[in-house]
C-alpha cells in the first residue's frame, strides 16, 4: 500500500487508539482520515474498501491514518454508538496536529465507510479550523448514528452501490436528499463492493485529483 506502515497509538477518551499511518515514498503533501464499519459486525482498519480509499490518497501524496475504533484491534474501550468514537476521532485529529504539524497544516481528507461514515459526518460537523478538502463516504450510514445536527460540504463525495443490502439504496438516497448532496451510484454493487473495488477506486481517485 505505501512505503511504510507505521503502527501507533493515540489517546482517546477511553484509552488508546489503535493507528495504522500508511506514509507515502515521499513527504507528505497532506493526510487523510478513513474510517472503518460497524465495530461489531466485523469492522476494522484493514476492511477492504477502508484499505482502498487509503492506498488511493497514499497514491495522491497524503500520509493515511486507519484507527481501529473502541474496542476493535488494540483500542481501549466498548462500542458507543458513533459517539464516543466520534470524540476519539477528534482528540486523534488535534494529537496528529501536534505529532506532526507540518503534515497537518496541508490539506486532508476524510473518509469513511459504513459505520465509518457515522463518525466522519459527525465529526466533520463538529470540527473547528481546519477542516478537510474532501469527504468522501461510501455505504453511507450516517444516518443511523446520530447524536448530533449534521452538516456536510456541497461537494462531498456519497458513492453508493446500487444493491446495497445492508443500507437499502431508498435509505440512502433519503440521506443525500435531507442534506442536498449529489450521489454516486454503482450499478450493482453490494454493500461492501464486491467485485467493484476498482470502480471504487477510480471515483476516488478522481475526486482526489480535484484541487
Same mark, same amino acid.
Given at each position: 500500500?505505501?512505503?511504510?506502515?507505521?503502527?501507533?497509538?493515540?489517546?482517546?477518551?477511553?484509552?488508546?487508539?489503535?493507528?495504522?499511518?500508511?506514509?507515502?515514498?515521499?513527504?507528505?503533501?497532506?493526510?487523510?482520515?478513513?474510517?472503518?464499519?460497524?465495530?461489531?459486525?466485523?469492522?476494522?482498519?484493514?476492511?477492504?474498501?477502508?484499505?482502498?480509499?487509503? #492506498?488511493?490518497?497514499?497514491?495522491? &501524496?497524503? =500520509? +493515511?491514518? !486507519?484507527?481501529? *475504533? @473502541?474496542?476493535?484491534?488494540?483500542?481501549?474501550?466498548?462500542?458507543?454508538?458513533?459517539?464516543?468514537?466520534?470524540?476519539?476521532?477528534?482528540?486523534?485529529?488535534?494529537?496528529?496536529?501536534?505529532?506532526?504539524?507540518?503534515?497537518?497544516?496541508?490539506?486532508?481528507?476524510?473518509?469513511?465507510?459504513?459505520?465509518?461514515?457515522?463518525?466522519?459526518?459527525?465529526?466533520?460537523?463538529?470540527?473547528?479550523?481546519?477542516?478537510? #478538502?474532501?469527504?468522501?463516504?461510501? &455505504?453511507? =450510514? +450516517?444516518? !443511523?448514528?446520530? *447524536? @448530533?445536527?449534521?452538516?456536510?460540504?456541497?461537494?462531498?463525495?456519497?458513492?453508493?452501490?446500487?444493491?446495497?443490502?445492508?443500507?437499502?439504496?431508498?435509505?440512502?438516497?433519503?440521506?443525500?436528499?435531507?442534506?442536498?448532496?449529489?450521489?454516486?451510484?454503482?450499478?450493482?454493487?453490494?454493500?461492501?463492493?464486491?467485485?467493484?473495488?476498482?470502480?471504487?477506486?477510480?471515483?476516488?481517485?478522481?475526486?482526489?485529483?480535484?484541487?
Amino acid at each position: 500500500m505505501s512505503a511504510r506502515t507505521e503502527h501507533t497509538t493515540f489517546d482517546g477518551l477511553a484509552g488508546d487508539i489503535d493507528c495504522a499511518i500508511d506514509w507515502p515514498e515521499g513527504p507528505p503533501t497532506g493526510w487523510a482520515l478513513v474510517l472503518h464499519p460497524h465495530p461489531l459486525h466485523g469492522g476494522a482498519r484493514d476492511n477492504k474498501v477502508v484499505t482502498t480509499i487509503a #492506498r488511493c490518497c497514499v497514491q495522491h &501524496g497524503l =500520509a +493515511a491514518l !486507519r484507527p481501529n *475504533f @473502541r474496542g476493535v484491534g488494540a483500542s481501549n474501550g466498548e462500542f458507543d454508538n458513533a459517539k464516543g468514537e466520534t470524540a476519539d476521532m477528534q482528540a486523534l485529529v488535534e494529537q496528529f496536529a501536534l505529532r506532526h504539524a507540518d503534515v497537518a497544516a496541508g490539506p486532508w481528507v476524510l473518509g469513511g465507510f459504513s459505520f465509518g461514515t457515522a463518525v466522519a459526518a459527525q465529526l466533520y460537523s463538529g470540527l473547528q479550523g481546519h477542516r478537510p #478538502r474532501a469527504v468522501i463516504l461510501a &455505504g453511507t =450510514a +450516517a444516518q !443511523r448514528f446520530t *447524536f @448530533r445536527d449534521i452538516a456536510l460540504p456541497d461537494d462531498t463525495l456519497l458513492i453508493h452501490g446500487e444493491t446495497d443490502e445492508v443500507v437499502p439504496l431508498d435509505e440512502a438516497m433519503g440521506f443525500a436528499r435531507q442534506h442536498q448532496l449529489p450521489m454516486v451510484v454503482i450499478p450493482d454493487a453490494s454493500h461492501f463492493f464486491h467485485g467493484k473495488l476498482l470502480v471504487l477506486r477510480r471515483l476516488v481517485q478522481q475526486r482526489l485529483s480535484v484541487p
